[in-house]
């Protein structure tokens, strides 16, 4: 590996910078420069104090961590419930055409709708935020999971049954196998929208939680905190984004750099 | 489900009362004005990302430095949920209708930019090859080449972003308006009225539905070649 | 010589159920194909060479009449029938000796059995040093001779491939058909090859079924009696090709002749 690659990366973190102060970093200090209020946009070096301060008072960790676990339950119920009605839809028509409607009405309802309903049945209680992250994840993981059923090449199913391969061998040898990667790609959106749909949720009807904790600090016109809030949710999603796709590099390792199979 | 059975017995309404409830609200008109003050929120917020993201979305697809310069601060800004933004939004705006545009232009922007992107990206080298040896300059270039093939994918972005902007502006106004459908079934949970939620959420579904069609039969008018 | 496989009054009907038409892809098919014969079936498109293939295989039912393997009728697909396909269909997520090892899998065979049973097919096809690639790493060609080996190493009955080299390029395909007829050499096996090119059929087979256009029959089968190896440039070779040649002509002008009402018929 010579200069190359090494040459680009420079260049290409260079001009990243460069955006990021011209675009984010500039205009923000010339705002303040200029006299807007801290609580429009409060000066930089308070927000780095900021972050130091809610990591050392112990508001910032718990609020993460409560929202994390209530992220996770939701979305592996979801996997759980989503992946296995998906395999089934996929691999069985009739099933598939019985469940339709149902489906497709379902996925125009966002998520969000739901909130003012969860709110009704299950009040500031748990299940509540879990039944709207649940919601979030489980049609995407539906549907993708179908998509990937569906998506199986017919040859290989045809070339397994000339290897001697009865159903129940093809199902578990070829047709899963096969759907896996399109699967991962799905639960990597699901998680995605499971995020957007807590944080929703914990703004609305939580007394705890990152979105409580900005929801709050807006009340008190604590714009640092609200700031210092945004980015760490920014940052565990992305977080997030980055692990899925390190194991969607991982299940899809057998195709060629361009993507072909 | 640990909730009491109280308070569930009492808020799973029946249909008839769904419908008397929405029926009620659509006698006074109220309904439609919270729709009306819905939707034109969201094509607010929407057009401004629209203005914003195709242009910018294109120019980073054909120049290498736009797209150097501007991808780092659009990659940090993009995990920021659109919905965290909303009580920045109210810090800046207050409650109300910029609020809520703004928040769906947040929305709205990071989808159609990068769709928009990942069209111009995907003009076929071959095409630009042919259209050169045509005596294509770089304005023709960009005008005749690279907009068409990009189209695709910025009807795309553009109708991700309209669920997007809709789903954006029913859950700002929950939080963030007087008005507008998304407070309404807010209002209708503080009060207490499960038939008028759930009839509020039908009415988000269909609309959302009715969007997602006409956006698509757009799509089929400005895309006739694409139906194979 | 034994029969090895047969097919006696075959027939394949769908019925299009928007039109209400029904379609005949093949009609009275009688074809005996001898144990270790290699037979070409060619025909012009949509003759339902690949069809027939497919019922030989089992893939499909036939809506009429029989086919039988070693004397016993045949109803559905099994590893006693292996088929190459055109697509090469393998398995993506499976090295090359997964691949070739999918049918000894479902066999029941130990892993090292397994192994060394793949190993064999993988040198017999020439893809020694090629084990452990993924078929996204391997060339049209190297797929191909993976999707023989596979279906090889299972040691089927009968050997179907349908167009196995038609999408590899002129120089690949010259160099595949030489290896199929040595491998066909060594094991012995009975081939039934599917193609649209009279050259590769008179170079590869011993007998050749020629179709007619849908509904496809069998016109005619012609014998080739030249020794291998054969000479593509020599004169009896192009003696032999004629009466190919000439019996494919019609069907495809009449394919030909019919196509501007078919597309019309077949857009929705």
Redesign the interface.
């Known amino acids: 590996m010579g200069s190359g690659p090494r040459r680009r990366f420079l ?2 973190s260079i ?6 102060a ?3 970093l500039f205009p923000w200090q010339v705002a303040v420069w200029l006299g807007v209020r801290p ?2 946009l409060p000066p930089l070096p308070l927000i780095g104090r900021t972050v130091v301060d809610l990591f050392a008072s112990e508001v910032l960790l718990p609020a993460v961590l409560v929202s994390l676990a209530r992220v996770n339950v939701g979305f592996a119920l979801a996997v759980l419930t989503g992946v296995p009605l998906g395999l089934v839809l996929g691999r069985w028509r009739r099933a598939y055409q019985a469940c339709e409607p149902l489906l497709e ?1 379902f996925r ?10 969860a ?5 500031t ?1 748990e ?1 509540g935020k879990l039944f709207i992250i649940w919601y979030a994840g489980f049609f995407l993981v539906v549907l993708h999971t179908i998509a990937g059923v569906r998506g199986v ?1 017919p ?2 199913v ?8 009865g159903e129940g ?1 093809i199902f578990i ?2 047709v899963l ?2 759907a ?1 990667p399109a699967t991962v790609t799905g639960l990597r959106i699901a998680f995605a929208a499971c ?2 749909a807590l ?2 949720a914990e ?2 009807a939580a007394r705890s939680g990152l ?1 409580y904790l ?2 709050d ?2 009340e008190f ?1 604590q ?1 640092n905190v ?2 210092v ?3 760490v ?3 565990i ?2 977080t997030y ?1 980055w692990v899925f796709q390190r194991v969607e590099a991982r299940v899809f390792r ?3 750099a361009e993507g ?2 | 489900m640990s909730v009491s059975s109280t308070v569930a017995s009492s808020v799973i309404p029946s249909p008839p009362s769904v419908l008397g409830a929405l029926a009620g609200q659509l006698a006074t008109g109220v309904l439609v004005e919270h729709v009306v003050a819905s939707l034109g929120r969201s094509v607010l917020g929407y057009l401004a990302a629209a203005a914003v993201g195709v242009p910018v979305g294109l120019l980073m697809g054909v120049s290498p430095t736009a797209r150097g310069v501007l991808a780092a601060p659009v990659e940090l800004l993009r995990p920021v949920s659109s919905i965290a933004w909303i009580p920045l939004a109210i810090l800046w705006f207050g409650i109300g209708v910029s609020s809520v545009a703004f928040v769906t232009f947040i929305v709205c922007v990071f989808l159609v930019l990068l769709n928009t992107l990942a069209g111009a990206l995907s003009v076929d080298g071959d095409l630009l090859k042919a259209a050169r040896t045509l005596g294509a300059g770089r304005r023709v270039l960009f005008q005749k080449v690279v907009v068409p093939s990009a189209l695709p994918g910025i009807l795309l972005g553009l109708r991700v972003a309209l669920a997007g902007a809709w789903g954006g502006v029913v859950v700002t106004e929950m939080i963030a308006s007087q008005n507008g459908i998304g407070y309404m079934i807010h209002h209708a949970q503080i009060t207490f009225q499960p038939g008028l939620v759930i009839g509020g959420m039908l009415v988000i579904g269909l609309v959302g539905y009715g969007l997602n069609r006409a956006f698509l039969v757009l799509e089929q008018r400005l895309l006739p070649y694409a139906r194979a | 010589m034994a029969d090895k496989i047969v097919a006696t009054g075959v027939g394949k009907r769908y019925t299009i159920d928007r039109t209400g038409h029904d379609v005949v892809a093949l009609e009275d098919i009688h074809l005996a194909v001898g144990a270790g014969e290699f037979v070409c079936i060619v025909g012009p498109s949509g003759c339902g060479k690949s069809t027939l293939l497919q019922l030989l295989a089992g893939l499909e039912p036939a809506t009429a009449g029989t086919i039988r393997l070693d004397g016993r009728e045949v109803t559905g697909a099994g590893a006693d029938r292996g088929m190459v396909f055109q697509s090469h269909a393998l398995f993506p997520w499976r090295t090359v000796l997964e691949n070739i090892e999918f049918g000894l899998e479902v066999k029941g065979l130990g892993r090292a059995e397994r192994r060394a049973v793949a190993t064999r097919y993988a040198e017999l096809v020439s893809l020694h040093g090629f084990e452990h690639a993924y078929p996204s790493e391997l060339s049209g060609g190297m797929k191909q001779r993976v999707g023989i080996a596979r279906a090889l190493a299972n040691e089927p009955e009968v050997l179907l491939m349908d167009e196995p080299f038609g999408a590899l390029d002129a120089q690949t395909r010259e160099v595949m058909q030489q290896e199929l007829l040595e491998i066909w050499r060594k094991t012995g096996r009975t081939i039934v090859f599917v193609t649209h090119s009279v050259p590769e059929a008179v170079f590869l087979a011993d007998r050749i079924a020629v179709m007619t256009a849908r509904p496809g029959r069998i016109k005619a089968v012609i014998d080739v009696d030249l020794p291998h190896p054969r000479d593509v440039t020599g004169a009896d070779f192009g003696r032999l090709m004629r009466p190919v040649y000439a019996s494919l002509r019609e069907e495809v002008l009449e394919t030909l002749r019919r196509e501007p009402r078919a597309s019309r018929e077949t857009t929705p």
Not at chain 1, 15 to 20: P, R
């Open positions: 260049h290409a001009l990243g910078l460069i955006g990021v011209a675009v984010l609580v429009v009405s125009f309802v966002i998520p969000f709708a739901w909130i003012p309903l709110i009704l049945w299950f009040g209680h299940a090449d040859d290989l045809k070339a397994a049954r000339t290897l001697g391969a061998t040898k070829v196998p096969a896996l995020w957007i944080i929703a703004l609305v979105g900005i929801m600090a807006r016109l714009t609200v700031i809030g945004m980015a949710i920014a940052v999603g992305a984004n057998y195709r060629s072909r199979l």
